[in-house]
Every structure is written in structure tokens, then in C-alpha cells.
């Protein structure tokens, strides 16, 4: 006999109680070996004045169960509230977000009637990070942070995935035509991984041509691992596309921690009526199954649904006359799911799950640090109602016999030197100091131009020291330089 595995569970808000007893009523009905341990989330929490939405002995429950299936919950308007969602992700490492995005045609109505594909998306970093700063009157920055770390796991998931889940080809999808730091980082993990899974068909993307691709082809791709912000958008825009938004499930996965939801949200206008589809958080309970190893009872639930789906049975978000055969209730949706159990579907293509086997996920190992050379100094600087010219002449007054202006750039276009009168400027200029031939720059040296700069009255918001790692230049060109 199977263990019982404990696992935190959340009922959430609007519609999240309904979906989620009916979520729960399956589990238990198909046999799954789950203890329910429940904690308090969301607007309740909020509202009694904990602007992160869930309590200490709350992450106490999850951190100490490590699965956590969590239902939507409602985050109330106005400023102080925090998405519990980022929140959790962060908190617990989740840094896998996994979202299967299968056609159900012609069950459910949709233009792509063969789409399977699953969106790996990366959690934790790129823009996400939210670091924001209003730096002048006119600008305002979001630092997009990359890591190899993040890049390294994310990747390796999406192969692993494939591999568990007998998937041909991964694709990756990043914008390193113009960000040849940061998604150009990913790339190149990317196809560094690639190469220790020969059997695994890889191929990367431009994430505009991909994305245009995907929307007309979807089934063209399989997995596609993508970073943070792209995938958030992607895998909402190919839920939509297999159907319904509100049939998808997503799994969070971390190395000590996982959690897995439903994709749509609380939807309180539909709350206490019974007629909220349960099938979003049925697949992400699903996909909880199988991380757990409990992978026969996934297979049994997921063939029990498809064989609803095809039987016509739908809720009132899927139901189209001619095409559905019974309008049903959250309850009764849940019935009809158990009493399918054990059957299988006849046109939907049934599941086979890997019985008892979770995905094998090495830990990171850090690399041999890179010999870090620096090579120059960006000053960002604060100046309005001036042309570049008139800039550069006030700050070639920091040149020191070391360090030497060499460009200029607004919005990240190069306009001094030979900048063109036609490109708008802001008051926002990136002021780009390297040694000049024969010497070398210190930090001494930037603070003794930052200081000269004080005495000038040039008004200096922030530095970016530019380095070379083992050589390569590792900072932007100005763009046109």
C-alpha cells in the first residue's frame, strides 16, 4: 500500500472553495494516497491586515509539507497588496512554471484541432524581479536580471521533462537579436544543455516570429522553454488558443518545494452558483500526482476527465449547442468525472503516465569563476532642454588622463559622436567612459569622476561599471555604434 503523502491545501477565493471540493472529491475517489492538511490564503488574510496575504504558520504548513495545491484566490484592489503568487514562487524557489496546453477538438472548440504542446517557463528572475526606479523627469528603468543559475535549471527541466514524458523536441524562445546579454545568456545555456540530450530533437526561436508561429501552428512545437516574461504571456495566449483559459492547470516546481493551481482566477461574480469548471485545478492536481510518484492515479483521473470532456459533459465556460450533450454543475461535473473512473476516452487520445517515476533534477553546480577585467565606466546623467553635442561638451570636463568620453547614447542610440539631429532625446543620457590606449581603469578613478562631476554640477544618477570576462567584452554596444 502506497504511503499517504501530506500535502498543504488552500480553498482560496470567489470560486476557489467549489472547484476545490470538487478537485478533492476526485482525488479521493480515484485513490489517491493524500493526507489534507489546510491552510487560510488570500483576501480574508488580506483584509485583516497582512498585505502579503498568508500568515507565518501558513508557510510553516507549506514549507514543512513541500506539495502545496493551492485553489485561485482574490487579491483586493488598491496599493500594499502583494501577488501571493510571485510571492510563494519566490519564497519556496519554484523556479519552474509548467503549463500543458492540449486541443480538445472537436469536444471543445478551437482553431488548432492537434496542439499539444507544454510552455516550461522560467519563475524567479528577468523583469520579474521588479526592480523599478524613476531616474529622471522623463525615464523610468526595470532592471531585467539573467542569471546562469536560472538559466542552467530552467533549461535542464524542460529536457528532463521531455524526457519523463516521451516529448521529441524542445524549443527555446528569447528576443538575442537585441538583448545579447541577458537572452542571449539563455540561448547560449540553452544549447549548451541541448548537447546532453542528442536523443532530444532542439531548435531556438526569435520570441516574435516564434510566438506569431506558435499562434498559427502550435503544432509545430512540443515543449518550449521560454524566459519569465515570455512565457507568462505564452502560455496564457496558447491556453486560450486550445480552447479555454479555464482548462488549464500549471505546476510550480522547486527543489525542495512545488505548487500546483489552476491558471485562471477567482472569479467572484460566479461564486456559490455550482457552475465553475473544476477542470483548471483538476489538471494541476494531475500534474501534483505524478510529481509526487503517484503517477497511476494521474493516469486514472486524466482519462476519467478526457472521457467527460468527450461525453459531451461540459460546464456553462465550454457548453456550445450541437456540440455538448449536458450542461452540468461544479458538482455534477465532478460525479460524472468519478464515474468515469477506471474508462478510458475513445476518440481523445488517452494518457500513459511513467508509473513511480519523478524527473531526475541535479542541483546546480557552480562554475569556475571567469578571470573579471575591468574595462570602463557608463554614467548616467540627468540633463534636460540640451542637444548631445552641448552635453558632451560639459562632460568631457571629466576626462582625466586616464579615463576619456567615448559616446553617448539616449534610450540606448548612439547621438554623440555623429548622432543625427532627426533621433528624439529625453533627459535621460548613458555617458560611456573607457581607458584611453596604453592604460588601465581602477574604481578609484570612477570615484574620482564621480566627484568631478559633483563639482561640475552634473547631475549623475547611477554608474554601471562595464567588464570583460576572460577577455570578451561583456556590456552593450550603443545601438548604431
Known amino acids: 500500500m502506497t504511503e499517504k503523502k501530506k500535502i498543504t491545501v488552500a480553498k482560496g477565493d470567489g470560486i476557489g472553495p467549489e472547484i476545490m471540493d470538487a478537485t478533492l472529491d476526485i482525488l479521493f475517489a480515484a485513490g489517491a494516497a493524500i493526507e489534507v492538511e489546510e491552510v487560510e490564503v488570500g483576501e480574508k488574510v488580506y483584509l485583516a491586515g497582512n498585505t502579503a496575504g498568508i500568515a507565518k504558520e501558513a508557510w510553516d504548513i507549506i514549507r514543512r509539507n513541500k506539495v502545496f495545491l493551492k485553489a485561485p484566490i482574490t487579491t483586493p484592489q488598491g496599493g500594499g497588496y502583494k501577488s501571493l503568487n510571485v510571492t510563494t514562487r519566490k519564497f519556496l524557489g519554484l523556479y519552474a512554471n509548467v503549463r500543458p496546453c492540449t486541443s480538445l477538438h472537436p469536444f471543445v472548440q478551437t482553431k488548432h484541432p492537434v496542439m499539444d504542446i507544454v510552455i516550461i517557463r522560467e519563475n524567479e528572475e528577468d523583469l520579474y524581479a521588479g526592480i523599478e526606479h524613476?531616474?529622471?523627469?522623463?525615464?523610468?528603468?526595470?532592471?531585467?536580471?539573467?542569471?546562469?543559475?536560472?538559466?542552467?535549471?530552467i533549461v535542464r527541466y524542460a529536457f528532463e521533462y521531455a524526457k519523463q514524458y516521451g516529448r521529441k523536441k524542445v524549443t527555446c524562445f528569447t528576443k538575442d537579436n537585441i538583448m545579447k546579454q541577458t537572452d542571449g545568456l539563455f540561448h547560449k545555456v540553452f544549447d549548451e544543455i541541448a548537447k546532453e540530450y542528442p536523443e532530444i530533437e532542439n531548435e531556438h526561436w526569435i520570441i516574435d516570429i516564434g510566438a506569431a508561429k506558435m499562434a498559427?501552428?502550435?503544432?509545430?512545437?512540443?515543449?518550449?522553454?521560454?524566459?519569465n516574461l515570455y512565457g507568462d504571456v505564452l502560455s496564457d495566449v496558447a491556453a486560450q488558443i486550445t480552447g479555454s483559459v479555464g482548462l488549464a492547470g500549471s505546476a510550480n516546481i522547486g527543489e525542495e518545494c512545488a505548487m500546483f493551481e489552476a491558471i485562471h482566477g477567482s472569479a467572484p461574480r460566479r461564486a456559490g452558483q455550482n457552475a465553475a469548471n473544476p477542470s483548471g485545478l483538476l489538471q494541476g492536481a494531475v500534474m501534483m500526482l505524478n510529481h509526487i510518484g503517484q503517477n497511476d492515479v494521474a493516469e486514472k483521473i486524466q482519462n476519467a476527465w478526457l472521457k467527460t470532456i468527450e461525453d459531451g459533459i461540459h460546464t456553462y465556460d465550454i457548453y456550445k449547442e450541437g456540440t455538448s450533450k449536458q450542461k452540468s454543475g461544479t458538482k455534477e461535473f465532478a460525479k460524472a468525472v468519478i464515474d468515469n473512473l477506471g474508462k478510458k476516452p475513445a476518440a481523445l487520445k488517452e494518457v500513459h503516465y511513467a508509473n513511480g517515476k519523478t524527473l531526475n533534477l541535479p542541483k546546480y553546480k557552480p562554475r569556475k569563476p571567469q578571470l573579471k577585467?575591468?574595462?570602463?565606466?557608463?554614467?548616467?546623467?540627468?540633463?534636460?532642454?540640451?542637444?548631445?553635442?552641448?552635453?558632451?561638451?560639459?562632460?568631457?570636463?571629466?576626462?582625466?588622463?586616464?579615463?576619456?568620453?567615448?559616446?553617448?547614447?539616449?534610450?540606448?542610440?548612439?547621438?554623440?559622436?555623429?548622432?543625427?539631429?532627426?533621433?528624439?532625446?529625453?533627459?535621460?543620457?548613458?555617458?560611456?567612459?573607457?581607458?584611453?590606449i596604453g592604460s588601465t581603469i581602477t574604481r578609484q578613478q570612477i570615484v574620482e569622476l564621480l566627484q568631478k562631476a559633483i563639482d561640475k554640477n552634473i547631475d549623475t544618477i547611477k554608474t554601471e561599471n562595464l567588464y570583460a570576462f576572460d577577455g570578451i567584452p561583456a556590456f552593450s554596444l550603443g545601438q548604431g555604434q
Open 134 to 153: 524613476q531616474q529622471t523627469d522623463e525615464v523610468v528603468q526595470c532592471l531585467k536580471l539573467i542569471s546562469r543559475p536560472g538559466c542552467e535549471k
Open 216 to 227: 498559427d501552428t502550435p503544432e509545430a512545437f512540443d515543449v518550449i522553454v521560454m524566459p
Open 373 to 436: 577585467e575591468l574595462v570602463g565606466v557608463d554614467v548616467f546623467v540627468h540633463c534636460a532642454g540640451i542637444t548631445p553635442n552641448e552635453l558632451a561638451k560639459q562632460v568631457e570636463q571629466l576626462n582625466t588622463g586616464e579615463l576619456k568620453l567615448t559616446m553617448i547614447t539616449n534610450r540606448g542610440i548612439k547621438v554623440y559622436p555623429d548622432g543625427f539631429p532627426e533621433t528624439f532625446c529625453t533627459d535621460h543620457w548613458r555617458c560611456r567612459f573607457k581607458p584611453v
